[in-house]
């Protein structure tokens, strides 16, 4: 069975301290092509911050971006989940939840983020897998 360790294990670990700006935030987020963005204090979790949050509670709203803190904006206490969970269990939550993303934590430190993207092309992926065995 695949575990988020799986997934992420050569991925570069994105994150942004919880004292940037929303506009450094959306700049950096644009720059990795990527959806969301942990937020870290001091090395530990304390947040998630995503496009839809920077576009209903700054852009939405008229806030400034470049004066507004990603603290302000961000989805704080994010549910998170082990590295060795599975695909499965993700889904679940996230269905269950509504989330698009999730932090993965080894204890307390970050390994990486799963969009709900990732976890369907890999599940997808699996099951294409599984097709040509039982074909062949």
């Known amino acids: 069975m695949t575990t988020l360790r799986d997934i992420v294990k050569d991925r570069k670990i994105y994150s942004i301290d919880a004292g940037r700006t929303v506009l450094e935030a959306a700049r950096f987020m644009m720059e990795h092509n990527i959806g969301a963005l942990p937020v870290l204090r001091n090395g530990e979790l304390v947040g998630i911050v995503s496009e839809r ?28 989940v082990a590295a060795e969970e599975s695909i499965e269990e993700c889904l679940f939550i996230m269905r269950e939840f509504g989330f698009r993303h999730l932090p993965i934590v080894d204890g307390k430190e970050l390994k990486g983020v799963v969009s709900l993207r990732d976890l369907l092309m890999r599940q997808a992926a699996e099951m294409e897998r599984e097709a040509r065995r039982a074909a062949s």
């Open 53 to 80: 949050d920077i576009m209903n509670r700054v852009v939405a709203v008229g806030r400034m971006p470049g004066t507004t803190g990603v603290a302000e904006v961000m989805t704080a206490n994010p549910r998170a």
